[in-house]
């Protein structure tokens, strides 16, 4: 059964609190990403992780950090969270980069108060 | 630099009729386009998909048109159903490098 999970689905956190995003994929996939989605920019990738602690910055890696100890799992930290910070996060993966196809987890919709 | 534009940002059409979506790109080296469908509430799935070196996919009621030359591609949606509405994502790649992904078009149907 090929899925990828986030946790939790929403979360409210105060400015300056910090915030753990966890994802999970039953398909040994090598590649995990982050993006984070807002209205009107389509995704934006933050971090890739080509396999455990083999991680690389996307696009919009400010204000992020990412941490991949085993294959399955992939987690995106944010350090003392801000307001513009708001969106929602998805987490996907692949076989590789190119033209492997990506599986999407449901999202995290994160508010930032 | 957004590399992957899409059009129109919304579109609405009548159960039964053609939806088309367009998408453009600037890099002459990507030579892989897929499109990922989003319905609210859940993450992107991939719909469908073309390489560079064929101008037309079909899958169903879904095809990719292609145009190499003019750097253009787009997507039918014949006899559109109101299952379909969601947005849409156009993307590119090429070799091993990284998706880029448009903005996306939401298109609604209505009965």
């Known amino acids: 059964d090929m899925k990828v999970t986030q946790m939790p689905r929403y979360l409210i956190k105060r400015m300056g609190e910090n915030v753990l995003l966890e994802c999970g994929q039953d398909?040994?996939?090598?590649?995990m990403y982050w993006y984070r989605q807002d209205p009107g920019l389509g995704l934006q990738l933050i971090y890739i992780s080509y396999d455990v602690d083999s991680n690389s910055e996307g696009d919009i890696p400010k204000g992020y950090r990412v941490s991949r100890k085993k294959r399955e799992h992939f987690s995106l930290i944010l350090d003392s969270a801000k307001t513009n910070q708001t969106s929602v996060y998805f987490c996907?993966?692949?076989?590789?980069?190119?033209?492997?196809?990506?599986?999407f987890g449901p999202g995290t919709r994160l508010t930032v108060l | 630099q957004q590399q992957v534009r899409q059009s129109p940002q919304s579109l609405t059409v009548w159960e039964g009729e053609t939806a088309i979506l367009n998408c453009s790109y600037e890099d002459s080296t990507f030579n892989y386009f897929p499109w990922y469908q989003q319905f609210p509430g859940e993450g992107p799935a991939l719909l469908i998909s073309?390489?560079?070196v064929s101008d037309k996919k079909e899958d169903g009621r879904f095809t990719i048109f292609f145009n190499k030359r003019e750097k253009k591609l787009s997507l039918h949606i014949t006899d559109s159903q109101p299952g379909d509405s969601a947005t849409y994502f156009c993307?590119?790649?090429?070799?091993?490098?990284?998706?880029?992904w448009g903005s996306g078009t939401k298109l609604i149907i209505k009965p």
């Open positions: 398909m040994s996939h090598e590649t």
């Open positions: 073309i390489r560079s």
């Open positions: 993307a590119a790649s090429y070799s091993n490098y990284q998706l880029i």
């Open positions: 996907a993966s692949s076989e590789g980069q190119g033209s492997y196809e990506q599986y």
